[in-house]
């Protein structure tokens, strides 16, 4: 999917999350669409890297960020965006509190919320 699309069908699903699943204790993280996560965070529109993730939530700048090289369909946009908007939900330092404890990312309960809370994106189709 094109960043143009993603945005349309994000913009137009989130105001339905954020009402079903309620407002955490932050400001309500804005969207942004990148075409990787290392564009995300270099800057650099020609970075690449290993990594395929189709979200990420960053905490302190209040934010999503949606991977359109790796959100091929509307499914996986809503799946990335509620995974991201559970994470949001989360209280702070919940994850790296499960990774200290000897959790990965295949049994962090933070994590395992998330994928749960996926399950959810036909609601929002």
Known sequence: MDKQEILDIANEAYPKIVKYFGKGKKAIPEIK?????FVD??????????DTPS??????????????????????LLRALIHE???YKQ???????????????QNNPAELEAIR?????HLFA
């Open 85 to 87: 908007y559970t994470h």
């Open 55 to 76: 979200g990420r939530y960053d905490r302190d700048a209040g934010k999503i960020s949606l991977y359109s090289d790796y959100i091929p369909d509307k499914e996986e």
């Open 91 to 105: 209280p702070d330092g919940l994850d790296t509190q499960y990774y200290d404890q000897g959790y990965t990312y």
């Open 33 to 37: 669409v990148y075409r990787n996560v």
């Open 41 to 50: 965070l270099t800057g650099d529109e020609d970075a690449e890297g290993e």
């Open 117 to 121: 809370a996926e399950e959810k994106w």
